[in-house]
Nanobody, 115 residues
Framework: QLQLVESGGGLVQPGGSLRLSCAASGSTLDYYATGWFRQAPGKEREAVACISSSGGSTNYADSVKGRFTISRDNAKNTVYLQMNSLKPEDTAVYYC????????WGQGTQVTVSS
């Protein structure tokens, strides 16, 4: 069974950058479309970015376009989210998700953008 573990979250000042990683184990990510979601306190979970199994297609939420970049390294079984020009409203728990016939979720990593 696929297991996903996120890392790279933390506290960063507005305008700063973070890179989140999502390491998969138990199965290869080669066939999975993967994505990053986030959930802020009191809000519903929302999609941030997704990438096709081959990495050839990506999509972003309007709120992060031009600031965030999703990528994957299938050889390392890892998906990344590079986050630049961070804003306080990006503060949330960020979750990695992978889907093929089923959807799997990681445990989440906290990102806090504050001065």
């Amino acid at each position: 069974q696929l297991q996903l573990v996120e890392s790279g979250g933390g506290l960063v000042q507005p305008g700063g950058s973070l890179r989140l990683s999502c390491a998969a184990s138990g199965s290869t990510l080669d066939y999975y479309a993967t994505g990053w979601f986030r959930q802020a306190p009191g809000k519903e979970r929302e999609a941030v970015a997704c990438i096709s199994s081959s990495g050839g297609s990506t999509n972003y939420a309007d709120s992060v376009k031009g600031r965030f970049t999703i990528s994957r390294d299938n050889a390392k079984n890892t998906v990344y989210l590079q986050m630049n020009s961070l804003k306080p409203e990006d503060t949330a728990v960020y979750y990695c998700s992978a889907s093929y016939y089923e959807r799997y979720w990681g445990q989440g990593t906290q990102v806090t953008v504050s001065s």
